[in-house]
């Protein structure tokens, strides 16, 4: 159906994907179960072929030879161990870059700008939109820690009771 497929899911096909008509003809051949022929043209057609294919995989082990390997890139898990952080809540994070945790209302730093909108064609896309609380310590999702900063909460009886001395009872 038109329209489903995405610009960038287009593009990537076009990169991926060889037409059956750039392929020889023994190729559609195997694709389509028909019989073939042996002439000399299939047959040059064919090594033009494999040289196309063999420069096509030198290009990818090339690309993942450059790629950072496991063992140099920490994953989120290996890198929440080695920060400490065991438990914890993750807050839903506004548009304005606030969220409820507890009874306490906070304002993340507008320097961190992991929170902030990025601009498309289609309007505001914000990258993250969850902080984890653990510890008295505020991350990200990827675990960079983030400085916040409390603006407010809900104040209960207990509070008033216990700072001003009132009893509301």
């Known amino acids: 159906m038109f329209g489903i497929e995405t610009d960038y899911k287009r593009v990537m096909h076009a990169k991926r994907e060889i037409p059956v008509s750039s392929c020889p003809s023994f190729v559609e051949n195997m694709m389509y179960s028909t019989g073939g022929s042996t002439s000399q043209a299939d ?41 400490g952080i065991a438990g914890g809540e993750w807050c839903t994070v506004d548009t304005e870059n606030k969220f409820w945790f507890g009874n306490d209302h906070y304002l993340i730093d507008e320097k961190e700008t992991q929170y902030q909108p990025v601009d498309t064609e289609y309007g505001e896309y914000y990258s993250m939109d969850k902080i984890l609380a653990s510890g008295g310590k505020f991350y990200d999702m990827n675990y960079d820690e983030v400085k916040v900063y409390r603006i407010g909460g809900i104040v209960s009886y207990a509070d008033i009771e216990k700072n001003f001395g009132f009893d509301l009872s």
């Open 43 to 83: 047959k040059e057609e064919a090594i033009s072929f494999k040289v196309m294919t063999d420069e096509l995989d030198r290009k990818a082990e090339k690309y993942e030879s450059q790629k950072v390997s496991k063992k140099q890139q920490d994953s989120l898990f290996q890198k929440k161990l080695k920060l």
